[in-house]
């Protein structure tokens, strides 16, 4: 489409893809996010449960919504060759079911990319979680060329801190992080890139489907850096 070949052209972030099966990751144009920002209305976890610093699922459907478009939007304009805050949607065959971040601060000098995700409630516990990790890892080694990547957790939210677990991360340490009004115990994990070589047999039996990955180019050798 000559759309998406102009928009590639002009910001190269909208062509990167991931692929393994059944499982998608994709730039969130405004299409996808309507759908996730609806998904992300009907709940992304259970109200007794704050998984985010920042507790932007609070509010009525609507509300959370809004903030899902207006923090993508935002996002859009901090993709530069130094520094890239690059979310994807996580599509399951073919349906938008939440959304995969990386985040890479100096990175043309550090190589190092930070994850963060969610999955609409509806959609947890098949580990479709575990696999999108797996497949976002990938993209950031063998397709970004990083040479690490951290991932974090609140101690209280089992299901993430069973993914990064499951993936193989080695425990970083504990920080005190201020949620919603109080110091909880957050969990911070580190993969090498020889780490991750070292899992990628046991990372292709999770993803059971070989990886294919587009547009991959301009962040792995991003223009001046
Ligand atoms: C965290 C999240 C992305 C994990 O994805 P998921 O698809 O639900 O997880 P999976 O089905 O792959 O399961 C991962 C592990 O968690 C365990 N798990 C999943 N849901 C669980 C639950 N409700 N209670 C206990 N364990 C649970 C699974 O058994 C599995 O552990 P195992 O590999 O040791 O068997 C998803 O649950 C989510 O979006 N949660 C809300 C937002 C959030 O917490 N984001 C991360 C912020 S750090």
Same mark, same amino acid.
């Given at each position: 489409m000559q759309h998406s070949a102009t928009l590639a052209r002009l910001w190269p972030a909208s062509a990167v893809r991931a692929r393994a099966g059944d499982l998608e990751l994709r730039w969130i144009d405004d299409d996808l996010l309507v759908q996730l920002a609806d998904l992300a209305g009907r709940g992304?976890?259970? #109200?007794?449960?704050? #998984?985010?610093?920042? #507790?932007? @699922?609070?509010? @009525?459907a609507d509300e959370v919504a809004r903030s899902v478009v207006t923090y993508q939007w935002g996002l859009r @304009?901090?993709?530069?060759p130094q520094a890239f805050v690059l979310e994807f949607a996580v599509l399951h065959d073919g349906v938008p079911v939440g959304v995969q971040g990386l985040t890479a601060k100096d990175w043309t000098v550090l190589r190092s990319v930070q994850s963060g995700s969610w999955l609409g409630q509806e959609h947890q516990g098949r580990g479709i979680g575990t696999r999108m990790r797996a497949l976002v890892l990938h993209l950031a080694f063998a397709g970004f060329g990083a040479i690490e990547a951290t991932s974090g957790a609140f101690a209280d939210n089992v299901s993430s801190n069973a993914v990064s677990r499951r993936i193989g991360y080695e425990f970083d340490g504990v920080d005190r992080v201020a949620r919603e009004g109080a110091a909880v115990a957050h969990n911070r994990y580190r993969m090498t890139r020889e780490r991750w070589e070292s899992l990628r047999d046991a990372h292709a039996t999770l993803l059971g489907a070989p990886v294919e990955l587009e547009g991959v180019e301009a962040i792995r050798t991003p223009a001046g850096g």
């Open positions: 992304i976890h259970a #109200p007794d449960a704050m #998984p985010f610093e920042h #507790p932007w @699922t609070r509010g @009525t @304009t901090q993709v530069s």
